[in-house]
């Protein structure tokens, strides 16, 4: 049996493990960082399949910090105003880039995933003290000597002083330790796909609430398109499937009250049914969870990767701090420190996004009335205004210790 020791390893490397094998191994090259994936990602291409992600400007700085965000840069769709409207009201929350480099703030950007993927796979290949099992999984964890253990399928066995739960939001090994969960079933579906448009977008983003759920329009790096994210309830959203081309473009078309001219789906059509989750706690002996194994929110505000980078940059700051002091990394009291911070952070979000999905889904009518009345007051009264915009959903979520 092969017996291999690390630092620090990670199970699952899609865009959280990959990013967080990046962050660990960015705080010092003496660190040893160990990815084991079950899947062949690193010999096969990520397909460009449609989907795309609302990068906060803090994630954009950590992809800067990462090294992969000069390539980005040119793949990335520019954002110069969100405007968000409810259904029928006359309103509409109108923020402009302008307004935020007042606050000191910028927009993110929206880039489509598979970029992204295959930029953090590069960099992940080309890092020195970072060692890749895969295809590889897991047969046995255990932990002892203040050590994991982790024998391969190979019979390989990796010993490391922290392990790192990147396997998602139905996370294998969250269930196999026992670690109990907050899950919440929204009973709603979000569609997601690409569209070409007649009409430039103008790097304007839009959020539409409508009485089935809310509507996203991400302007991406053509200006002619757009990535689309579509909530409704479950059973629209069977019925929206079961439509053909063009009767569904031509719900879409009214739904986004045809801002784009002619539209055309130019990608494959996602369908993800969502639901909260939230552990109790954020780790397992010497094994945390990162990103949606610990924590996956509603999408209403595009903040689910950003939740995950800023708990990643909370686990940075916690081990260099550690490092710097001469002190064990894999300590107790950092394993707590960071179940606390992370956890309060993802519990912010967590309240943030419920909260708003149901004020949109509410059909109570003096709900109905405050809500469109609202978009109007908030649009007019500067210090609500201020607030909104530090707080923008999927655009300026602050990483850190926050």
């Not at 059909?363 to 607030?387: D, E, H, M, P, Y």
Request: hydrophobic share 40%; glycine share 4%.
């Amino acid at each position: 049996m092969n017996h291999q020791k690390f630092d620090i390893a990670i199970i699952g490397s899609s865009f959280v493990g990959m990013s967080c094998a990046l962050a660990m191994a960015k705080i010092s090259p003496q660190i040893s960082v160990a990815i084991i994936e079950k899947q062949n990602v690193f010999n096969i291409e990520k397909s460009n399949d449609g989907r795309a992600f609302a990068i906060s400007s803090s994630s954009l700085d950590f992809f800067k910090q990462i090294d992969i965000l000069e390539n980005l840069q040119n793949v990335s769709g520019k954002i110069s105003d969100i405007k968000i409207t409810d259904y029928k009201s006359p309103f509409i929350l109108d923020f402009i880039s302008e307004e935020f480099e007042k606050n000191h703030q910028h927009f993110g950007a929206i880039i489509e995933n598979h970029y992204i993927f295959e930029e953090l796979k590069k960099k992940v290949l080309q890092q020195k003290n970072i060692t890749i099992f895969c295809p590889n999984y897991y047969q046995e964890i255990n932990f002892s000597d203040d050590l994991a253990k982790i024998l391969l399928d190979d019979n390989n066995l990796v010993v490391t002083k922290l392990l790192l739960a990147c396997d998602g939001r139905f996370s294998k090994l969250r269930q196999h330790f026992n670690i109990p969960t907050l899950t919440k079933n929204y009973h709603q579906t979000a569609i997601v796909f690409k569209i070409s448009h007649q009409i430039s977008h103008e790097n304007n983003a839009h959020e539409k609430f409508l009485p089935s759920g809310p509507l996203a329009i991400l302007p991406l790096a053509d200006k002619n398109q757009s990535s689309i994210v579509w909530i409704t309830d479950d059973e629209q959203a069977e019925v929206l499937f079961s439509l053909d081309n063009e009767n569904f473009i031509q719900q879409l078309t009214k739904k986004i009250e045809n801002c784009l001219g002619d539209c055309q789906i130019i990608s494959e059509k996602f369908s993800y049914p969502l639901t909260l989750i939230l552990a109790d706690k954020f780790y397992h002996e010497k094994m945390l969870l990162v990103g949606d194994s610990a924590c996956g929110v509603h999408p209403i505000a595009g903040q689910g990767f950003n939740l995950a980078i800023s708990n990643i940059i909370i686990l940075q700051k916690l081990i260099a701090k550690k490092i710097i002091l001469g002190l064990d990394f894999s300590s107790d009291s950092l394993i707590s420190e960071y179940n606390n911070l992370a956890r309060q952070n993802s519990k912010k979000m967590v309240l943030a996004t419920d909260l708003l999905n149901t004020i949109f889904e509410a059909k109570c009518l003096t709900i109905s009335i405050a809500r469109k009345l609202g978009l109007g007051i908030v649009n007019n009264i500067s210090q609500l205004k201020k607030f909104f915009i530090s707080n923008a959903g999927g655009f300026t979520n602050k990483g850190g210790e926050g």
